[in-house]
């Protein structure tokens, strides 16, 4: 089993929509998580990081976390196609380190 | 805030020959770096972890007398490809946790170098 699973995608969605972006993780100790976006050919940039269970909200963003359930999610409200990229979960592991998911690749269709 | 910057962006070098790739952060001070390998369609793979002052941490399966790493201050680390081959072209990037109070443990990536081997 993976450490973070991501489905792959590509989620295609239409302009103005949720995109729903989903991931489980099998660290139990974990207590951070990040999501990162990642246009092609570009870096990781942050986009939210979260710590305890429950909803954190910035801007069109939500990142959910459930510990016991090992799973946390993002949804982008009112999808732009300047969203379409590809989204990667990470958790903080020993000694600082990221672990980071495949990536989803979303869509967005004007 | 928070800016990590990367040199070169781009590199294109003949096998056999040494790459030098350097990691700053502009606007913090980072005790840890993390250097990072991303081939094609692939999400990125953690090679080593830098320390200032100390040895860095390789993964397992990352040669270390090949990806020399050199953090000698706390706003630069240095990784060095050496002999470089075909096999070695792929994305390198490194990310900078910041060490100051209340930064919490996020980590900030650069832009990336591309590097080529032919």
């Known amino acids: 089993q993976k450490e973070v699973e991501q489905n792959s995608g590509p989620l295609s969605v239409p302009e103005g929509a949720i995109a729903s972006l989903n991931c489980t993780y099998s660290d139990r100790g974990s207590q951070s998580f990040f999501w990162y976006r990642q246009y092609s050919g570009k870096s990781p940039e942050l986009i939210m990081s979260?710590?305890?269970?429950g909803d954190k909200e910035d801007g069109r963003f939500t990142a959910q976390l459930n510990k016991a359930s090992q799973y946390v999610s993002l949804l982008i409200r009112d999808s732009q196609p300047s969203d379409s990229a590809t989204y990667l979960c990470a958790f903080k592991a020993a000694g600082n380190k990221l672990t980071f998911g495949g990536g989803t690749r979303v869509l967005v269709k004007p | 805030g928070a800016v990590v910057s990367q040199h070169p962006s781009r590199v294109i070098c003949k096998s056999g020959t040494s790459v030098k790739i350097e990691c700053r952060s502009l606007?913090?001070?980072?005790?840890?770096m993390f250097w990072y390998r991303q081939f094609p369609k692939q999400s990125l793979m953690l090679m080593a972890t830098s320390n200032e002052g100390s040895k860095a941490t390789y993964e397992q399966g990352v040669e270390k007398d090949k990806f020399l790493i050199n953090h000698a201050s706390l706003t630069l680390s240095t990784l060095t490809v050496t002999s470089a081959h075909p096999e070695d072209s792929s994305f390198y990037i490194c990310?900078?946790?910041?060490?100051?109070?209340?930064?919490?443990?996020?980590?900030?990536f650069g832009p990336g170098t591309r590097l080529t081997v032919l």
């Open positions: 979260i710590y305890s269970n």
């Open positions: 990310s900078a946790r910041n060490a100051g109070q209340g930064a919490g443990d996020t980590q900030y």
């Open positions: 606007d913090f001070q980072a005790t840890t």
